[in-house]
């Protein structure tokens, strides 16, 4: 995935048998994805020092208050949209659509299989199936469709920086996933950069 230049964060764990799956658990994998992204930030902090040792940039920090952050549980419908490559209705999630904003996306097309073989593997990780017993919970207002809420704005997600990066950032993704029967639980994160944003930050680095 990070070959393939994936602009999603993401973190996969398996809770132990005895272990109840509940909101507060899905919250402690997003609290493990919050160290991720920051572990992430500050290899490119370090990266950057090397690079331009004369540039005083701050180190990174970021809101991360899930205390602040509300889980809005996903019907079974817009759970199957997430698994989909193509045939979108209007207004469904289209989780494939920002993750083939990839950087190396133009590359992987043309490699056999492609990003819709890759897409299905991710998936397959991440234990997102079109199942009834499959549990998502969206966690931000502006998740990624055709159109934004109409309140929403670049910092409406008062529980996360990560997600409001100013006015040309747009809509992004934080959901979490349980598979019961694969009794996986992950978690997945991006910001809303487009691919042109994405592309000028691993410039400076």
């Given at each position: 995935m990070d070959a393939a230049g994936c602009i999603f964060e993401f973190v996969v764990v398996v809770p132990d048998r005895d272990v109840e799956i509940d909101e507060s658990v899905h919250r402690r994998a997003l609290s493990e994805l919050y160290q991720q992204?920051?572990?992430?930030?500050?290899e490119w902090y370090r990266r950057l020092e090397r690079t331009l040792p004369?540039?005083?940039?701050?180190?990174?920090?970021?809101?991360?208050?899930?205390?602040?952050?509300?889980?809005?549980?996903l019907s079974q419908a817009q759970?199957?949209?997430?698994?989909m490559t193509e045939g979108f209705e209007s207004g469904s999630l289209r989780l494939?659509?920002?993750?083939?904003?990839?950087?190396s996306s133009p590359a992987l097309n043309k490699?056999?299989?492609?990003?819709?073989?890759?897409?299905?593997?991710?998936?397959?990780?991440?234990?997102?199936?079109?199942?009834n017993d499959v549990v998502v919970f969206n966690w931000?207002?502006?998740?990624?469709?055709?159109?934004?809420?109409?309140?929403?704005n670049p910092g409406s997600e008062p529980w996360s920086e990560y997600f409001s990066?100013?006015?040309?950032?747009?809509?992004?993704?934080c959901l979490t996933i349980w598979n019961p029967r694969q009794r996986l639980l992950s978690a997945i994160a991006a910001s809303g950069a487009s691919r042109e944003q994405y592309e000028r930050l691993d410039s400076l680095a």
């Open positions: 992204i920051m572990a992430g930030q500050r004369d540039a005083e940039y701050p180190e990174p920090t970021m809101t991360w208050d899930l205390k602040k952050a509300t889980a809005n549980l759970v199957r949209s997430l698994t494939y659509d920002h993750f083939r904003e990839s950087p490699e056999k299989g492609g990003l819709k073989e890759l897409f299905r593997d991710w998936l397959e990780v991440l234990g997102l199936e079109d199942r931000i207002k502006g998740i990624r469709t055709e159109s934004l809420p109409e309140d929403f990066l100013g006015e040309e950032w747009r809509s992004g993704w």
